[in-house]
């Protein structure tokens, strides 16, 4: 079956500009998180979603939100896009239900903000 | 709150040689725990896990880990170390307190010597 889609793959913005990264998780997977990678500050978690609604959220700034739509598609955005933003953006599914056994990562999306 | 610590950002085996990658975590209620390994430019990829079943896990790649309570580890071993094993690898834990989320440890990148 197919895996966790990301896209764009890779991405180049400027500061102050906005960017929205998608992810399609396996099919009949309902929960869609997201990580940030970056080589200061290793793997963080964003958000997870679950139904499309929000069911857990890490510490980082009101710049960043998600969504995620009837299908379990899910979208981040970053608005107001610093320096530091630049990372390896992952997005990760799994069926959200009962004994969590982890998550099927995509092969993320690579944000550069110059 | 859970956390997780890798010893060793570093290690270096040669071809053919015992591969062993140390986790200590902590979490106040039994955990989830996770081992991922990720190649260069591409998402991680799930090498095992434990979800309270038997101790001593056995994963992807000929790899195992053995849950330890006592000692608060997840260490990663494979008996012989292939070219192909070089890559960053990466433990993570979650409990029921936390959700769906994972917290990751630093990362550990193993090189394989001819």
């Known amino acids: 079956k197919a895996g966790v889609t990301q896209t764009p793959r890779y991405l180049i913005k400027t500061r102050g500009q906005q960017v929205t990264l998608s992810c399609s998780p396996i099919s009949g997977h309902r929960s869609v998180s997201w990580y940030q990678q970056t080589p200061g500050q290793g793997l963080q978690f964003l958000f997870e979603?679950?139904?499309?609604?929000?069911?857990n959220k890490g510490n980082f700034p009101g710049r960043f939100s998600g969504r995620q739509f009837s299908n379990s598609r899910s979208e981040m955005n970053v608005s107001t896009l610093e320096l530091g933003d630049s990372a390896l953006y992952l997005c990760a599914s799994s069926l959200g239900q009962g004994i969590f056994d982890g998550y099927t990562f995509g092969s993320g999306t690579r944000l550069t903000v110059v | 709150a859970q956390s997780v610590t890798q010893l060793g950002s570093h290690v270096s085996v040669s071809e053919g040689a015992l591969v062993l990658l140390r986790c200590n975590y902590s979490s106040s209620v039994p955990p989830y725990l996770f081992w991922y390994v990720q190649y260069p430019n591409q998402g991680l990829q799930l090498l095992l896990k434990y979800t309270s079943a038997a101790t001593l896990v056995k994963g992807i790649n000929g790899f195992e880990a053995e849950f330890k309570k006592s000692e608060t580890s997840f260490h990663l071993t494979k008996p012989s170390a292939h070219m192909s094993d070089a890559a960053e690898y990466f433990c993570?834990?979650?409990?029921?307190?936390?959700?769906?989320?994972?917290?990751f440890g630093g990362g550990t990148r193993l090189m394989v010597k001819p």
């Open positions: 993570a834990v979650s409990d029921a307190n936390a959700g769906n989320m994972l917290t």
């Open positions: 979603y679950f139904s499309e609604t929000q069911r």
